[in-house]
T-cell receptor, first 114, second 110 residues
């Protein structure tokens, strides 16, 4: 089992460029999440998908869009990147109701916007 | 006020020492509590859940104080491999959304 995978691992963009961060999980989890992590701050939820076919905004959704392509895949799109979006992005998945709602994280994407 | 607050540290301790730190939360309706561990430039991973009666997992002890709205983590007999950032994570009223603290950094020295 690969768990949660993310691509790319690193990315440098210029202001105004667009890109899509990819995430996939092979644990048959219903729920998937996108977070960003900035220095001195906790992980902040950007968007989440409770189940295939649904997506909802989290704490910091502005400037982002998401697509739950199928049960395995959940992508995050930056339509017009801004320097404030420089961050580490983590995708996570979980199966609500099981155990302690443990979330499993991907290795992260380090994004720099110049 | 932040939903989840932690002392960022760092806590620098020698091998074999005991280190403890707290996390406070603002939502009195919070349902579930966790400690996650994050190594440098890596993803967070669940360390342990925190139960109302307190719980241990080897050298790690977690406590919950609902009246004062904080949880704690104690590490006994610290190992070099315990060096990491420990994230306090709270599940609020929703089934799906977790709130993360910024983390407490622990460095164990030889």
């Amino acid at each position: 089992n690969a768990g949660v995978t993310q691509t790319p691992k690193f990315q440098v963009l210029k202001t105004g460029q667009s890109m899509t961060l990819q995430c996939a999980q092979d644990m048959n989890h219903n729920s998937m999440y996108w977070y960003r992590q900035d220095p001195g701050m906790g992980l902040r939820l950007i968007y989440y998908s409770a189940s295939e076919g649904t997506t909802d905004k989290g704490e910091v959704p502005n400037g982002y869009n998401v697509s739950r392509l199928n049960k395995r895949e959940f992508s995050l799109r930056l339509e017009s990147a801004a320097p404030s979006q420089t961050s580490v992005y983590f995708c996570a998945s979980s199966h609500p109701g099981q155990g302690a709602n443990e979330q499993f994280f991907g290795p992260g994407t380090r994004l720099t916007v110049l | 006020r932040k939903e989840v607050e932690q002392d960022p540290g760092p806590f620098n301790v020698p091998e074999g020492a005991t280190v403890a730190f707290n996390c406070t939360y603002s939502n009195s309706a919070s349902q579930s509590f966790f400690w996650y561990r994050q190594d440098c430039r890596k993803e967070p991973k669940l360390l342990m859940s925190v139960y109302s009666s307190g719980n241990e997992d080897g050298r790690f002890t977690a406590q919950l104080n609902r009246a004062s709205q904080y949880i704690s983590l104690l590490i006994r007999d610290s190992k070099l491999s315990d060096s990491a950032t420990y994230l306090c994570v709270i599940l609020g009223g929703s089934d799906y959304k977790l709130s993360f603290g910024a983390g407490t950094t622990v460095t164990v020295r030889a």
